[in-house]
Structure formats: C-alpha cells, structure tokens
C-alpha cells in the first residue's frame, strides 16, 4: 500500500452525545488517497503504547475519489468513558494513516451549576 495519512478537524466530542468525525485520507504527496472498499478503522486508546483500545470503530467510506471517511459514535460509544484526551489511531487496511488526539468532554446536565 502507499504511504498515506490523514487529515482531522474536530478533535472533541461530548460523552454520551452522537457525533460524526470525517476524515480525508490523503497519499504521501497530500493528495487525495482514492479508497474503494479499504478496511478503515479508528481506536481510541489511553495510551499508544500501554494496554488495549478502549473503542474500536469502523469506518465508512462516504466519498472514494475524495478519500473521504466516517467514523460514527454513538451515545453508548462514549458515555462511559472517563472525560479525557485519548490517543487516536486511524488505519487504513491496517497500515496507520493518522495519530493524534482526540478529548472526550464531560457534559454538564440541565439545571447543574456549572460553578
């Protein structure tokens, strides 16, 4: 496979909300990376290095020719993880094509004081 990476603009989300994180797959020359059927995977993990992913999503190809990808959470996906910036691996057939970061926000309820 080609060298590629990735390309991530919102890096936060809240706990327990749904969210859609697309990501555009690029080549090694920062130019779209074409995916037709490419297994694309994101792990969120405490560490890079240190124990298991905590949540493994599989992504769905919603542009090809633009190497455009979704990774849907859902409210369950979330909710239960402590708020908190996890180490994010995005993979394309199994190679790596991105890590960063990305924060899990704690919610603040309805009628809370937010002092």
Known sequence: ????????????????TEFDL??????KDGGVYPLTNEET???????????????????????GNA????????PEDTEDLPARAYDMTITVE????????LGILGRIEAGENSE
């Open 22 to 27: 697309t990501v555009e797959i690029l080549d």
């Open 67 to 74: 190497g455009l990808v979704n990774f849907n959470f859902s």
């Open 94 to 101: 199994g190679n790596v094509a991105f890590q960063g970061k």
């Open 41 to 63: 995977r994101l792990y969120l993990a405490h560490s890079w290095t240190i124990g298991e992913p905590v949540l493994e999503l599989e992504g769905i190809i919603i542009n």
């Open 1 to 16: 496979m080609t060298y590629c990476t990735a390309s991530v603009v919102a890096e936060e989300l809240y706990r327990g």
